[in-house]
């Protein structure tokens, strides 16, 4: 017998609300998660229409009183339908319940609805509009005078504002609205920075023949019968905006529509305004900053059609557009776009899937591909493309590496080198631009030798462990731990330790050093307030200051063309974070650090500093090779058998008793073992996790290796299982997540 879980309300926040039917013999066959059906429900005389959710064998409640299905709707495959489908694969690949996959692609309708905030622009020409205001001011129109002034100035009004500080009456805007003097905006896009009322319609430019290229071997893809995700591998400044745009066109020009993911909010100011230029209205964006109802609204204009292209970061995924013509990954690589909440699902994987189910394609794009994305480009499951000249024939920047230890043997112990420090002073004399970036991502606390470079590691994970209590040190991943030495072990030089300068320290240095330079401080702590990160950008973009001094925050968005020299300060910091991937982030991060520079006219230049001037993500990030890079990158991961080369799976336990939790992971480990005893799977731990405890939760994690990720997914069913039925496990919160 199978029984069916349905849902009747999916518009509204009842999503867990679901009810168990039995599926009729007769359509034992056919039913699947995400059908609509028919089913008798309350006192009703009609049947109504629910979804299918999940499928079972066990009733829920006493057989007896279960119902039956009556029909299965067919052909009435809706939008929601499928994104159900696509949350029951996401349960099933990544690990969650249904409800928290569903809620995840279903947008939730919040009680209190977020209010509209509504704008007027001028609607005329600048140059009519002052002609206008010559000849209101002659008239006794005092309000409408106010706000046409206001309006020359501004371009763009806030409606509240305009009513409460120039007296701007419905009946005053309503009149000026029907002379078509102004019109009123509802801001849908970019609530907090993106001033559309500025933004000069594009046509579509022509395209370079590298880009006409690209464009022609994607849709020559498109015309197979099974196309193929398509990777565009393409260095930064060589348009892959504009070839994503005519993909987009000819998507629109089939009544398709699309979906353009990219990574973080950084990105979506001067993304977005490009993408507004060239398909204007059509365009909408969701944001990270909106509220659950906000996002709500803008997933309901795409349903009923009124936008074509929806922007935003990986939750966009799910916009629920009725023809899904195509879904396109911008900076492909970057982590934000994996979910760090239950399912953990990874957007790129996720995307391919929704394509699939909808009968779309997937176009990815990235200078510095992630390495699972490029291996599957190698095997041929994915589509490869490639730009490889910067639009305009701009150089490349010039980049040189510093070795720290050298620095160190010549008696200079300041974070600057010897070698940046003239370049600097270079710049500043030619009113040029600097940026120093601190590469803090993932920094975890490693110890290393600033004599020889030395960096301890785990001896079984080959990653760098990390201090605790200033006197032990610990590997992440399996929980080998030893006793913090006073010597390098390998030269025996004193000097070990971990690398404590922070933004603050970099800043108070580059004023000792340079008298009178202006710095500017973008990290953590000068970003908490709102808007502050665009200021920051803002200022210094308007040349307020001469060094701009952050974290991996400002390598992304903004162009600078007076930046000239780019100072990666210790790019050792994140290639000795405690994770497998972190040769693969040291090397994006430095290509795009890099790659800020030499962005106008002038040409860039990039200084490295480091205790690892060999080490083949500095080096191939120097000259920008993606492939050197890659072949060393997946040597690595063979030999270690991480991902790509192998499948991982981490089982994240988290409770507030560390004792509980301990014996609990320790169970399940036992359990693992006993389930599959074939010896081609890797389990290592339990240890504590990266971030052992945050606020007073312990957390642990197993890490699972296998070849083939369907053992992982099958290992994962059976400890779901396991978890339900075992009341040890009540106290602990499981989670899966799958790499
Ligand atoms: P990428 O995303 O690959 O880093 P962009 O799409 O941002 O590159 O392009 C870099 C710059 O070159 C942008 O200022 C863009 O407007 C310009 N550009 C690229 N292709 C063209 C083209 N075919 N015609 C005019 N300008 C172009
Ligand atoms: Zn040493
Ligand atoms: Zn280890």
Redesign the pocket.
């Known amino acids: 017998m199978i029984y069916a879980d349905i849902i009747i309300d999916i518009s509204s926040d009842k999503l867990d609300r679901s009810f168990q039917y039995r599926v009729p013999e007769r359509l034992e066959q056919e039913i699947k998660v995400g059908m609509v059906v028919s089913i008798p429900f309350g006192n009703a005389s009609q049947p109504r229409k629910g979804y299918v959710t999940g499928l079972s064998r066990e009733p829920k409640i006493d057989a007896e009183k279960i119902k039956d299905i009556c029909e299965i709707s067919s052909g009435e495959e809706t939008t929601e339908s499928r994104l159900i489908a696509l949350a029951a694969w996401m349960r099933e690949n990544y690990g969650s319940t249904m409800i928290q996959a569903l809620k995840t692609v279903l947008p939730i309708q919040e009680k209190i609805k977020a209010k509209e905030k509504k704008y007027i622009c001028l609607d005329i020409p600048e140059e009519e509009g002052h002609k206008l205001l010559a000849d209101l001011e002659k008239t006794r129109f005092r309000a409408r005078t106010r706000l046409l002034r206001e309006l020359l100035e501004k371009k763009r009004l806030d409606f509240t504002f305009a009513s409460k500080e120039l007296g701007a009456t419905s009946a005053v805007v309503k009149k000026m609205q029907e002379q078509g003097v102004i019109r009123i905006e509802y801001d849908e896009i970019m609530r907090n920075s993106l001033n559309t009322g500025d933004i000069v319609a594009e046509d579509s ?4 023949d590298e ?1 006409e290229t690209a464009v022609k071997q994607i849709l020559e893809e498109w015309e197979k019968p099974f196309p193929r995700p398509m990777l565009i591998e ?9 070839v994503y745009m005519k993909l987009i066109e000819s998507t629109i020009a089939q009544g398709k529509q699309t979906i353009v993911l990219i990574p973080e909010i950084a990105l979506t100011y001067q993304t977005v305004r ?1 993408f507004y230029a060239r398909f204007g209205d059509k365009v909408s964006v969701i944001n990270s900053r909106q509220s659950q109802g906000e996002r709500y609204d803008q997933f309901k204009r795409a349903k009923r059609g009124e936008v074509q292209v929806m922007i935003g970061p990986r939750s966009a995924l799910f916009t629920p557009f009725g023809n899904l013509g195509l879904i396109i990954i ?1 900076e492909e690589h970057e982590p934000s776009y994996k979910s760090e909440s239950s399912p953990r699902y990874h957007a790129r994987e996720t995307s391919i899937k929704r394509a699939s189910l909808e009968n779309a394609r997937v176009v990815m ?1 990235s ?1 510095t591909p992630s390495v699972e994305a490029y291996s599957q480009a190698m095997k041929g499951v994915y589509g490869l493309v490639r ?1 490889n000249a ?3 024939s701009r150089p490349m920047p010039q980049v040189s590496i510093v070795d720290l230890r050298e620095e160190l043997k010549a008696g200079n112990r300041s974070v600057l080198s010897r070698e940046l420090r003239e370049k600097m002073k270079l710049r500043f004399e030619k009113k040029e631009q600097v940026i120093l970036f601190l590469n803090r991502r993932g920094y975890a606390g490693f110890v290393s030798c600033r004599s020889c470079g030395h960096v301890m590691k785990c001896p079984h994970c080959d990653v760098s462990l990390s201090e605790h209590n200033n006197e032990r040190l610990l590997c992440h991943y399996c929980g080998y731990e030893i006793r913090k030495p006073q010597a390098c072990p390998v030269c025996g030089s004193p000097y070990i330790g971990g690398f404590k300068a922070g933004t603050q320290q970099i800043e108070k240095v580059v004023r000792e050093t340079f008298v009178g330079v202006r710095t500017l401080r973008m990290d953590f702590d000068t970003t908490r307030t709102k808007g502050s990160y665009e200021k920051i950008l803002a200022s210094f973009a308007r040349h307020e200051a001469d060094v701009l001094i952050g974290t991996q925050m400002i390598v992304k968005g903004h ?1 600078f063309p007076d930046v000239t020299l780019v100072g990666v300060v210790a790019a050792d910091l994140s290639l000795n974070a405690e994770d497998y991937r972190c040769a693969e982030r040291t090397f994006q991060l430095l290509c795009q650090a890099a790659g800020r520079g030499g962005r106008g006219e002038k040409p860039g230049e990039a200084v490295i500093q480091t205790y690892h001037p060999d080490h083949y993500s500095i080096q191939a990030a120097a000259v920008q090779n993606y492939e050197a890079f890659y072949e060393e990158e997946m040597s690595y991961r063979t030999l270690m058998d991480y991902p790509p080369a192998a499948h991982m799976m981490a089982v994240l336990g988290s409770s507030p008793s560390d004792e509980i939790l301990v014996q609990a992971m320790h169970y399940l480990k036992l359990y693992i073992q006993r389930i599959y005893k074939e010896n081609d799977l890797h389990v290592i731990g339990p240890a504590f996790a990266a971030v052992g405890k945050v606020k007073d939760i312990y957390r642990q994690v197993i890490y699972l290796k296998h070849e083939d990720y369907q053992v992982l997914v099958r290992i994962k069913d059976q400890l779901e299982k396991y978890i339900e039925i075992n009341s040890g496990f009540r106290n602990i919160y499981i989670q899966f997540d799958f790499s």
């Open positions: 430019l022509p395209l370079t880009q393409g260095v930064t400044g060589s348009g892959k905006t504009q490009r911008d794009g200078a730009l910067r639009y305009g162009d």
